[in-house]
């Protein structure tokens, strides 16, 4: 009988844990990109019934465990690890990320990353909370840009919003735009963050002392913004009248 993710979990999770704690150079990155497309098929697949629970031999909620050790042990390493091990664990998230909004709706998640299924939320946000507060730029974009693959549960932090609120006004563009990307997704799910978002992006395309580079990245973010008309019209508004549209033959 074909294995499923579920009952591949406990193996991922100890193989993850050997491979990082590996001193073989490039080991424990291999082991971090190898679990992403783990998690991909993981989230292609049906919510267990209590019949394939017992028909693999699982406890009902074991799946859930080592899941979440397994993201646990994730945010371990970008909390931790060098760039570089920053940079893979980003990149299996965003991966993850993509790959979730081509199968589902904005506001549904019921994958490996959903609200229901991370149980140890705080715990994950905390360490890759501390990677940006001691990061420099470049991991501070990463860290938002997980903040945004994590908006499922990220999302009701106050501490994460306005993380990544603060960002959106950085004098760093590389920073800027992670943070417009983790509020476009944040926006998504909240109507509430989406309308203090949109205030703040009024704010930078009005501006005349804002990058080009990052007013694009704020048209892109308001794109995905839902919010009340009054601040749709402000909006719209500033769109119409804004030079920095007018770009030079």
Not at 24 to 33: F, Y
Not at 120 to 146: C, H, I, Q, S, Y
Not at 170 to 192: I, N
């Amino acid at each position: 009988m074909e294995k499923i993710p579920a009952a591949c979990a406990m193996d991922w999770s100890i193989e993850l844990e050997k491979s990082l704690r590996s001193k073989r150079p490039g080991k424990p990155i291999e082991a971090i990109l190898e679990i992403g497309p783990r998690l991909e098929w993981w989230n292609r697949t049906h919510k267990l019934t209590m019949s394939e629970y017992s028909m693999f031999g699982l406890i009902p909620g074991e799946d859930k465990l080592f899941a979440n050790a397994i993201l646990l042990r994730l945010a371990d390493s970008f909390s931790s690890g060098d760039k570089n091990t920053k940079l893979s664990v980003a990149k299996i998230f965003l991966s993850e990320f993509r790959q979730r909004k081509k199968k589902r709706s904005s506001r549904e998640n019921d994958g490996v990353l959903s609200k229901p299924m991370v149980v140890n939320n705080l715990e994950l946000l905390r360490r890759v909370k501390l990677a940006f507060d001691t990061g420099d730029v470049e991991v501070r974009a990463m860290a938002l840009v997980v903040f945004g693959c994590w908006a499922d549960f990220a999302k009701d932090s106050a501490e994460i919003r306005y993380v990544i609120l603060s960002s959106v006004v950085s004098s760093h563009v590389s920073e800027v735009k992670a943070a417009l990307f983790a509020a476009g997704c944040f926006s998504e799910l909240s109507d509430d963050f989406a309308s203090i978002l949109l205030e703040i992006l009024v704010n930078i395309l009005s501006s005349s002392e804002v990058l080009m580079a990052v007013k694009l990245a704020g048209l892109r973010a308001l794109a995905k913004v839902g919010c009340p008309s009054s601040l749709a019209s402000r909006a719209y508004k500033v769109l119409q009248n804004a030079a920095f549209l007018h770009f030079p033959d």
